[in-house]
């Protein structure tokens, strides 16, 4: 059992950058895929950026070059460092894991988000 805590979001205007953090329990964080995903009112979930225990990453069209995902395994901690922001990005955002190593992620525990807010 994996259990997640996010952190980090707030509001800022278009431009700004926010760091969102996901605190991992359990022992085999370090062997498992992440990932953050995000959800706007009335759309669907959709994935954001997602890393494998080996740190090899992917990003939606939509966060390359703008966001970077990272973990720190001593600190079982997920990150996603998001930069330029836009109005669009405003969402919750979920942190998430899977079993496996690799991806693609077949997640299965998440946390309870945590709010962005970007205005223009």
């Known amino acids: 059992q994996v259990q997640l805590v996010e952190t980090g979001g707030g509001s800022v205007q278009s431009g700004g950058s926010l760091r969102l953090s996901c605190a991992a329990s359990?022992?085999?964080?370090?062997?498992?895929?992440m990932g953050w995903f995000r959800q706007a009112p009335g759309k669907a979930r959709e994935g954001v950026a997602h890393?494998?225990?080996?740190?090899?990453?992917i990003y939606t069209d939509s966060a390359k070059g703008r966001f970077t995902i990272s973990r720190d395994s001593a600190k079982n901690t997920l990150y996603l460092e998001m930069n330029n922001l836009k109005a669009e990005d405003t969402a919750m955002y979920y942190c998430?894991?899977?079993?496996?190593?690799?991806?693609?992620?077949?997640?299965?525990?998440w946390g309870q988000g945590t709010q962005v807010t970007v205005s223009s």
């Open positions: 998430a894991a899977g079993r496996g190593r690799n991806l693609p992620c077949d997640f299965v525990y």
């Open positions: 359990g022992s085999v964080y370090s062997r498992i895929c």
């Open positions: 890393i494998d225990s080996i740190s090899r990453t």
